[in-house]
């Protein structure tokens, strides 16, 4: 069995990488710049806006499996750099669909969409269930519904093999700064080794959905696996958790004294007080339950941290 994945060289990519050649799978990926991952059976370089590109990668790979990770995720440069992140995430999608329709009609997707589609939400509504409306209030939580229901049409009207997951944050080791934690990490670190004064933050209040990403790519290969066509899923821990409470965690692992802040500059112009979801749709259909705890995650993301700011400082 052949897998695709599109974005390997994002943070996801690579754990996702891992677990499906632990299953067996041959695994090929694609990104506009290549780059080593372990395990990888091949790698060819695309750019998911061309035509063209897409679709003799697909012709070239012909995979059962396509895993379509690639996208523009930051939802704070989502405000900056709207048109961008529509093109990435709405045409790249399109165009990738088109590419199986015409190259590999049998193989399975996954296109990965985000809670942040449901959009700001009041407690009574939490957690939140997939037939739920989205109410999409950024550019890149609009781009995701839009991809969504780009899905819907080419399964509607091509047939297309397409199974559909609202993932919530996930975090782990090797995500890059722009999302909360490892935001948090990068600062606390760089205070612990005398490279800043202070951790500044934005809103500590909002909470969140966080789970391992180790957690989140076993459940798109259980998605793969026992998943139904055409089907939305949330992913996550089905649990929330203030954004302040994870910033004390990752504080009480550190012996530094850390001065905190608030930078009105680092608030979103849309950020839901709450958002957590109802998983129980993935566990019923797939078996799918979370076995990382949040506080090793935190730590693991924490030390990694520190280990990066150490190889920078010695450069």
Not at 17 to 37: M, P, Q, R, W
Not at 192 to 197: S, V
Request: hydrophobic share 40%.
């Amino acid at each position: 069995m052949r897998a695709l994945i599109t974005g390997v060289n994002g943070f996801v990519g690579e754990y996702l990488t891992a677990c499906l050649v632990s299953k067996g799978f041959d695994v090929f990926g694609t990104d506009i710049v290549e780059k080593d991952i372990d395990g990888l059976s091949g790698f060819v370089k695309a750019d998911l806006l061309d035509e063209k590109s897409v679709c003799d990668l697909v012709a070239q790979v012909k995979p059962d499996h396509v895993y379509h990770l690639a996208g523009q995720s930051n939802v704070g440069l989502s405000w900056t750099r709207p048109a961008l992140t529509f093109r990435v995430n709405v045409a790249g999608a399109v165009n990738m669909m088109d590419a199986v329709r015409q190259a590999a009609p049998e193989a399975k997707m996954l296109i990965i969409g985000s809670a942040d589609q449901y959009g700001t939400v009041t407690p009574d509504m939490c957690p939140l269930k997939e037939d739920m409306p989205v109410n999409p209030q950024s550019p890149y939580a609009l781009s995701k519904a839009m991809q969504e229901q780009s899905a819907r049409f080419y399964i509607k009207h091509f047939g297309l093999k397409i199974i559909m997951v609202r993932a919530f944050n996930h975090i782990g080791p090797g995500q890059r700064t722009g999302f909360v934690v490892p935001d948090f990490a990068s600062r606390i670190a760089r205070i612990e080794h005398g490279m800043l004064d202070r951790l500044e933050v934005g809103n500590l209040s909002a909470e969140r959905d966080f789970s391992d990403v180790r957690d989140i790519v076993r459940g798109y290969c259980l998605l793969m696996e026992k998943g139904k066509i055409g089907e939305v899923y949330n992913i996550g821990s089905g649990r929330h958790h203030r954004i302040s409470d994870i910033l004390n965690l990752m504080l009480s692992f550190s012996k530094a004294n850390i001065r905190v802040e608030e930078d009105a500059s680092k608030r979103r112009p849309s950020d839901a007080p709450l958002i957590y979801g109802d998983c129980s749709k993935i566990k019923n259909d797939v078996g799918y339950e979370p076995e990382y705890r949040l506080e090793d995650t935190v730590l693991e993301v924490l030390n990694d941290w520190r280990e990066r700011v150490v190889k920078e400082d010695n450069r």
